[in-house]
């Protein structure tokens, strides 16, 4: 069972960054995909970005694309998701998630374990 725990959330201005992670608690990390999903209030949990085992492949939703940057480390089983340029509508919990399987990297149910969310405000 792989528990992942992330951290980094808060209130930001407008333009501003923050810079969040994820530590997971399975030793075998690097065999997991690993994706970041967002929740706005009574909205859809929605893909943002997703990183391949190895950290060589990455990909983002259209309206992060250029201003989020996810990325991994292997060795302390952490992945993170810079955010940069933010907008009010990028408020949102932000929930990591994490899966052997790469097949449905782009959607929520291609994922089995999730974190508990870190919150993000962004003020305009």
């Known amino acids: 069972q792989v528990q992942l725990v992330e951290s980094g959330g808060g209130l930001v201005q407008a333009g501003g960054s923050l810079r969040l992670s994820c530590v997971a608690s399975?030793?075998?990390?690097?065999?997991?995909?690993m994706a970041w999903f967002r929740q706005a209030p009574g909205k859809e949990r929605e893909f943002v970005a997703h990183?391949?085992?190895?950290?060589?492949?990455?990909d983002y939703a259209e309206s992060v694309k250029g201003r989020f940057t996810i990325s991994r480390d292997n060795a302390k089983n952490t992945v993170y998701l810079q955010m940069n340029s933010l907008k009010p509508e990028d408020t949102a919990v932000y929930f990591c998630?994490?899966?052997?399987?790469?097949?449905?990297?782009?959607?929520?149910?291609?994922?089995?374990?999730w974190g508990q969310g870190t919150q993000v405000t962004v003020s305009s």
């Open positions: 399975e030793r075998t990390f690097s065999a997991y995909i």
């Open positions: 998630a994490a899966d052997r399987d790469s097949s449905s990297w782009y959607y929520k149910s291609g994922y089995d374990y």
């Open positions: 990183i391949s085992r190895s950290g060589g492949t990455t």
